[in-house]
């Protein structure tokens, strides 16, 4: 049972000439959707985003490292060839197996104002763990 | 950093000896300010690359090097084949074959400042740049494995240019052995109608004023001269590139202990240079380096089409183009030996100097231009290739200044909207979608370039030619 202090938060950490994304959440799915969030995050403010289309993504990965790659890399990809950006996720993951889905809207330039472009989702910082307070935390650095 | 580790060979080399899984020293080229500057992370990210298997001599870092992923931006590194070298997929970078290509213009500054507004607006809605945009050529199967392996040759057979300027690009506009099998569905289908498209981030397209000469008779050869005008283009691969990036990372990462190599940094994902997945990373880099070349091909088209509406009788030659994250196989003397060699370049500029085999005959008798990108409010500058020391960390020199603050702490200390304005006032006009990326890209998120040239010329890396001032800057 995941602990219910924990709020679910996304958020930004500096890296060089690139962007570190970080979900936090109580469950390591919440901090997978957060995670996405912070993605979106980087790019444009999320409340601008209208939940107008939904995508379906599914990943499956070694652990649950490779499985965030894979679900933020999935995430960088439909965001590059439909030209969408995400406002909203939801993720449930079953043993490395992810299902997720992501909502948001075909990139308006002049309301999104996008501030970077996102290459993909890296290596370096790449982290999902459980801490001592019972929150699951999923980072990784984007290079943009 | 922290220099007491290091070992002062000259004031612009340092050298941290190997110790622990070190195979080879890692050399350093900087002033001592610079160095005294750098992020601690360059030296562990250039240690870890020191570590790997069939590294040759040493890893370098260049003057402008700063902390990346797996091989710091400005890192350079040689690996033998024969000797179980790897290649590295983390060791070129998500952008592979980004790049500078300088357009020359023939105009002067006092030509340009009666349509300077208009010519800045033209670019901006010309060259498709920025997340969202797309270019207007979409490319479907067989086209794309026509551009991947004729690179910007092919785009020159498509219309976007003229024959005589593959003689201006590095490999002649297209380098041989890529592998449209190795590269992804996925890859491709970003790719689709990416192709002439600047991208975003540090990617832009300036027009700059040359505003010092330190050479004369390079930078007359290169045809400079002081207030001349050229258009500098900074982009890569795209989308292609970046894919290919995400496909080998993870793939070469997971095989690692299939393949003996034990990762000092799980970004360092390598495979063997004479394994099967060295060679599809090899022919799928090398499809991306030639897209990179047919972008920059095609957005020299739509800049020569802008400028042709308000100086018709201009041509706007390309002086040449260079390429910053590659691996190139190249022959290079070690240790009195002549070697076959697999070159990472990540963040760093091939530098070849005169006489070098492999010099277009238009750069034989002085070396090959070497572009170093400013910020949108600091100088850039032309170098040329060193002769006096042809085997200079593989021939190599920085790519641009190199960040010093990250975007995040950039975006606490200014708003886009201000330093388009501050900018402006200096006569520089600022052209992007988005002020927040005006804000994370601003000049004092940079380092100071001036001192990055400096660097690399007193160190022997290449040599200065000339010094160029931004007028128009369009971003992504």
Known sequence: MAPASIEPRA???????????????????????????????????????????????????????FLLLDWLNALIYEMAVRRLVFGRFAVAIDEHRLRGRAWGEPIDRAR?????????????????????????LAQCVVDV | MDLSRLQRISPTEWRLEPHDAMRVPA?????????????????????????????????????????????????????????????????????????????????????????KEELAHSLSRTIPAGLGSTGRIVLDEIEMDRML??????????????????????????????????????????QRDEMGTLGSGNHYLE???????????????????????????????????????????????????????????????????????????????????????????????????????????ITLPVLFDVSHNTCKEEEHEVAGKRRRLFVHRKGATRAFGAGRPGLPPAFAATGQPV?????????????????????????????????????????RQWHGRQIVDELRKRGIIIKSPSMRGVAEEAPGAYKDSAAVVEAAHLAGLSRKVAALEPVICIKG
């Not at chain 2, 027009?207 to 050479?215: E, G, K, L, R, W």
């Not at chain 2, 008779?217 to 283009?233: H, M, N």
């Not at chain 2, 085997?391 to 702490?409: N, P, Y």
Request: charged share 20%.
């Open chain 1, 11 to 65: 958020e930004l950490f500096a890296h060089g000439a690139d962007i570190g994304v970080r979900g936090v959440g109580p469950t390591c799915a919440a901090a997978f959707e957060q995670a996405a969030l912070a993605l979106t995050m980087a790019v444009t403010d999320p409340a601008r985003i209208a939940a107008q289309t939904q995508t379906a993504i599914t990943c499956e990965a070694p652990n649950d490292e």
């Open chain 2, 207 to 313: 027009v700059q004023q040359v505003t010092a000469i330190s050479d004369n008779a390079v930078a007359t050869s290169f045809g400079l001269a002081p207030g001349d005008i050229v258009v500098s283009i900074h982009c890569g691969s795209r989308g292609l590139g970046h894919q290919i990036g995400t496909d080998f990372l993870r793939e070469m990462a997971l095989a690692a202990p299939a393949h003996g190599i034990t990762l000092p940094d799980l970004e360092l994902a390598c495979a063997p240079i004479r394994s099967e997945l060295g060679q599809r990373y090899l022919g799928a880099m090398r499809a991306g380096i030639n897209c990179a070349l047919a972008n920059r091909q095609i957005i020299t088209y739509l800049t020569r089409r802008v400028f042709a509406h308000f100086f018709p009788e």
């Open chain 2, 27 to 115: 050399v350093l080229y900087a002033s001592e300010k610079l160095i005294a500057e750098m992020d601690d992370k360059v030296l562990e990210q250039i240690a870890n690359v020191a570590c790997l298997p069939g590294i040759v001599d040493a890893a370098y870092a260049m003057p402008d090097a700063h902390w990346g992923y797996g091989f710091p931006i400005g890192g350079v590194a040689a690996f033998d084949p024969d000797e179980g070298g790897i290649i590295s997929a983390g060791g070129v970078g998500f952008d592979i074959s980004c790049g500078v290509r300088t357009l020359l213009t023939g105009l002067k500054r006092a030509d340009l400042e009666p349509c």
């Open chain 2, 371 to 411: 572009f170093i990108g400013g910020s949108m409010g600091t100088m850039s500058a032309i170098m040329v290739g060193a002769a006096e020391r042809p085997e200079h960390a593989f021939a190599s020199s920085c790519h641009g200044a190199g960040r010093q603050l990250s975007r995040h702490q950039a975006l």
């Open chain 2, 149 to 190: 392996v004729g690179g910007a040759g092919w785009a020159v057979e498509q219309g976007y240019g003229r024959a005589e300027d593959l003689d201006h690009i590095e490999e002649g506009g297209r380098i041989s052995g890529a592998s449209t099998d190795a590269v992804s569905q996925r890859a491709r289908h970003r």
């Open chain 1, 112 to 136: 999104h104002a996008p501030a970077v472009e996102p290459k993909g989702a890296t290596l370096t910082a790449l982290k999902v763990e459980l801490n001592d307070k019972g929150a699951w």
